[in-house]
């Protein structure tokens, strides 16, 4: 299974590792781009066989050509590690494999749907070539997992009719789960990515009857940056950390624009608090019933969801346990069980082939 140590793939590939393992399966992660720190290793290392590879993760190069080694890299490793069926983090990585087990890819998110997303515009001709590669990914594999319907019909809207296309929602572990909240908004994301929509957030923070707490980094390596003056800016946080936030704050926010799942609205939820979500085709398909939703780019209708909840304890806990109770559907054993039986009609549909 390919993963990298940078965004939310990493967390959803050992969780989903983790539980395969459980299960009785054998599983290498592949990792791409920066490499993990030491806990990151030691994570991994419980359950699951750690390797390394060179070429860096398609949205994180300008250069197409990086990436043409990674067939040679991934045959070697597969190869070495005998394995049954390989799982593709990433459309493009299928692009121009030649193996002879089947291959299943996740989309997790693109350059492509981020870009009709955010800003409704089609891809740029500087990165046409995400878009053929990952189209030319699609076609190739015997099987292709979308995170929801909603960034399963994003994908069709950008790419045109996939083939052998299935739904299965991503999961969390339990986390901590607070006995007592205090008198903050908590919002946790990379924000430099224009789609988690800093802007709005610092707007409503201004504004809003609770201080709102934004953990994550505010700079990328190729000098992107989000601006965050109203918020009390936490920086980059672990993982352990954010769980633990979330278990302490009175309310958990997410502004995002683009949002293939959300696995930071699934685990504040299973914390127990009370979500406040843009009003986006994936949060709907998720939260609807269990969350309180706003206009994305209104910031003061954040900020007065933010300041209804907290002016309303008995509204703050109605709405963390609704969000608690949905949380408990998006369990790693529900995931893999599903990813298992993608794998399974993957293999059926090599051995007739």
């Known amino acids: 299974m390919t993963t990298d140590a940078v965004g939310g793939v990493w967390r959803y590939s050992l969780d989903l590792a983790r539980e395969l393992a459980a299960g009785g399966d054998c599983l290498m992660l592949a990792g791409l781009g920066p490499h993990p720190s030491v806990e990151q290793v030691r994570e991994v290392q419980s359950f699951a066989t750690l390797a390394w590879l060179e070429t860096p993760p398609d949205w994180m190069t300008f250069d197409e050509g990086a990436l043409d080694r990674f067939p040679d890299e991934l045959q070697a490793l597969?190869?070495?590690?005998?394995?049954?069926?390989?799982?593709?983090?990433?459309?493009?990585?299928?692009?121009?494999?030649?193996?002879?087990?089947?291959?299943?890819?996740v989309s997790h998110s693109c350059v492509?749907?981020?870009?009709?997303?955010?800003?409704?515009?089609?891809?740029?001709?500087?990165?046409?070539?995400?878009?053929?590669r990952n189209r030319a990914g699609f076609d190739r594999v015997g099987a292709v997992v979308s995170p929801s319907r909603s960034h399963a019909a994003m994908l069709e809207t950008c790419y045109g009719p996939i083939a052998r296309l299935s739904i299965v929602h991503n999961s969390a572990q339990p986390g901590p789960v607070g006995s007592h909240r205090d008198a903050f908004a908590l919002a946790a994301a990379r924000w430099w990515d224009e789609g988690k929509n800093a802007k709005v957030l610092?707007?409503?923070?201004?504004?809003?009857?609770?201080?709102?707490?934004?953990?994550?980094?505010?700079?990328?390596?190729?000098?992107?940056?989000?601006?965050?003056?109203?918020?009390?800016?936490?920086?980059?946080?672990?993982?352990?950390?954010?769980?633990?936030?979330?278990a302490r704050a009175g309310i958990f926010?997410?502004?995002?624009?683009?949002?293939?799942?959300?696995?930071a609205a699934l685990e504040a939820a299973l914390s127990g608090a009370p979500l406040v979500l843009a009003d986006i085709a994936t949060y709907?398909?998720?939260?609807?019933?269990?969350?309180?939703?706003?206009?994305?780019?209104?910031?003061?209708?954040?900020?007065?969801?933010?300041?209804q909840l907290a002016r309303d304890a008995d509204l703050r806990h109605q709405?963390?346990?609704?969000?608690?109770?949905?949380?408990?559907?998006?369990?790693p054993q529900a995931q893999a069980t599903a990813m298992r039986e993608i794998y399974a009609r993957a293999a059926m549909a090599v051995v007739g082939h």
């Open 78 to 105: 597969a190869t070495a590690f005998a394995a049954d069926l390989v799982h593709l983090n990433a459309p493009a990585q299928a692009a121009r494999i030649d193996l002879p087990c089947p291959v299943v890819v």
């Open 253 to 263: 926010v997410s502004p995002s624009i683009y949002e293939p799942f959300g696995l």
């Open 284 to 307: 709907r398909e998720i939260w609807d019933g269990a969350a309180m939703f706003f206009d994305m780019h209104d910031p003061h209708a954040l900020a007065q969801r933010i300041s």
């Open 319 to 331: 709405f963390g346990r609704r969000a608690a109770r949905r949380a408990r559907q998006f369990s």
């Open 202 to 246: 610092d707007a409503a923070a201004a504004i809003a009857e609770w201080p709102v707490y934004a953990a994550g980094p505010l700079d990328r390596a190729d000098g992107q940056r989000a601006c965050l003056d109203h918020c009390v800016t936490l920086g980059p946080v672990g993982h352990a950390e954010v769980r633990r936030l979330m």
């Open 112 to 132: 492509v749907t981020w870009l009709q997303a955010v800003r409704g515009q089609a891809v740029a001709a500087e990165w046409a070539w995400q878009e053929d």
